[in-house]
């Protein structure tokens, strides 16, 4: 993971340095997955923080949803926020159903149903 961290890390340096916001926001979220794994929370919840200002800066509503997909999944299982996972979870939720992704909607309904 420390590999691929550092990997991104570059990614996401060169991408902001360029002004490609859509592709800095991927990789800050993948950057949040990669801590997730480690175990690091704090960082997760910070580059997943990242990743959606950009996306709701630029209007990418289907990121923005995943986004908060995962940020509602690290507040119920990693946290312990459910107040917190259920408002991200509701938030992906909507956002998946107004771009039209049923299968991800459903997905956050089921997580909403979990808490």
Do not use: W
């Amino acid at each position: 993971l420390d590999e691929a961290i550092g990997m991104h890390e570059k990614a996401v340096a060169i991408y902001e340095r360029i002004g490609n916001e859509p592709n800095a926001a991927q990789v800050y979220g993948n950057l949040a997955i990669c801590y997730k794994q480690k175990g690091d929370v704090a960082r997760a919840l910070e580059y997943y923080r990242q990743s959606l200002a950009i996306t709701e800066r630029i209007g990418d509503r289907h990121t923005s949803a995943n986004q908060y997909f995962n940020l509602g999944t690290l507040y119920r299982d990693e946290i312990g926020d459910k107040t917190e996972a259920r408002t991200n979870l509701e938030k992906a939720k909507a956002l998946f159903e107004q771009v039209g992704d049923a299968p991800h909607a459903q997905d956050a309904a089921q997580a909403l149903k979990e808490l």
